[in-house]
């Protein structure tokens, strides 16, 4: 198995040197008055893919909050029912034959 990920990587790390090798032309960037800047296209692919990344990565952490959250809640009102459960229940009636000494 370490093999597999070894060449899964190596291809990944060789698809992105040709790839950024293939497109090093620039890409003038500008925003109103106050961005101006020349980039190649491979960086700018690069930057908005991490971009991409991170703001998955942030809202499944969010998500995650979120069912943490929902989880407790949901365990909360477990131990609330059982508790009820436990007081509805009457109390355990001792067999007179055991409680004589024999």
Do not use: H, W
């Not at 009102?77 to 355990?92: C, G, N, Q, Y």
Request: charged content about 20%; hydrophobic content about 50%.
């Amino acid at each position: 198995m370490k093999i597999v990920y070894t060449i899964v990587v190596v291809l990944l790390i060789l698809f992105v040197i040709t790839f950024s090798l293939a497109n090093t032309f620039p890409v003038r960037l500008q925003y109103l008055d106050l961005i101006d800047v020349t980039v190649p296209v491979y960086l700018l692919i690069f930057i908005c893919f991490l971009a991409g990344v991170v703001f998955t990565g942030f809202m499944g952490i969010v998500e995650r909050f979120r069912m943490s959250r929902t989880i407790n809640q949901l365990n909360r009102t477990i131990r609330e029912l059982r508790r009820e459960i436990r007081s509805a229940e009457p109390p355990p009636v001792l067999d007179e034959d055991r409680t004589k000494p024999q």
